[in-house]
């Protein structure tokens, strides 16, 4: 079973108006750790924001921040006013506590356009 | 700090070649992680070192690839006999055991800028 699923293969904002990129997670560990990457077409992942399982608060970071549903089991990176430079790959990733490795497991992302 | 680096950046090869590629991590980082990413989809684990020893494998990891760390610095991933179905990018990451103020229990991964494997 998917253990990330980013239901969105593509999505368009228009410049300066907020986005709402999709990821719902599996697991039943409960420690656990959700990220967002951010891959522009220079190939290299960029850390956003990190949101752990047990924070009582939603994380945020700049524009960015992490609508975190627990109990829905989702994890949804919002973008306020969105610039051209958010035109990229975005990536939802999990790390389960009980994995002492602390790999992440990705999803298949979500390419988002900002439209000038 | 310079981040992590890989090299080389591109490499293109014909099939049943063998390939190293190298990772540089962040100096002050003791786990370095390895994953592979095909065209359209996410970043996949293949192996993972805590300092020199490597600790985890994926499935995805055959007999024809292996990794080294060796003192704990740098880490190379070699590929025999290059298939085609090996044409992806290779993403070298690492991070720290360390509790961070900024970031606390999150540990997250600095990814370098990946090679990009073709095989003809």
């Known amino acids: 079973a998917q253990k990330i699923t980013q239901t969105q293969p593509g999505m368009f904002v228009q410049e300066k108006e907020a986005v709402t990129l999709d990821c719902t997670y599996d697991t039943s560990d409960p420690s656990y750790g959700l990220f967002w990457y951010k891959q522009p077409s220079s190939g290299e992942m960029i850390f956003l924001i990190y949101q752990g399982s047990y924070d009582q608060q939603n994380a945020t970071e700049g524009r960015y921040s992490l609508n975190f549903q627990k109990a829905r089991k989702s994890a949804n990176l919002v973008i306020s006013a969105s610039q051209l430079g958010d035109s990229a790959m975005y990536f939802c990733?999990?790390?389960?506590?009980?994995?002492?490795?602390?790999?992440?497991?990705f999803g298949s992302g979500t390419r988002l356009l900002v439209r000038p | 700090d310079t981040g992590v680096s890989q090299d080389p950046r591109h490499k293109i090869t014909k099939r049943g070649q063998n390939v190293t590629f190298r990772c540089d991590p962040i100096?002050?980082?003791?786990?370095l992680y390895w994953y592979r990413q095909t065209l359209g989809q996410g970043p996949e684990f293949l192996t993972y070192?805590?300092?020199?020893?490597?600790?985890?494998k994926s499935r995805l990891l055959s007999d024809r690839f292996s990794a080294e760390r060796p003192k704990g610095s740098f880490s190379t991933l070699e590929i025999q006999r290059t298939e085609q179905g090996d044409s992806a990018m290779y993403l070298c990451?690492?991070?720290?055991?360390?509790?961070?103020?900024?970031?606390?229990?999150?540990?997250?991964?600095?990814f370098g800028p990946g090679t990009r494997l073709t095989v003809t």
């Open positions: 990733a999990m790390r389960e506590g009980r994995d002492s490795s602390y790999k992440l497991i």
């Open positions: 990451a690492s991070s720290s055991d360390y509790f961070s103020p900024g970031t606390g229990d999150s540990y997250e991964q600095y």
């Open positions: 070192f805590q300092n020199e020893a490597q600790l985890e």
């Open positions: 100096s002050e980082h003791n786990r």
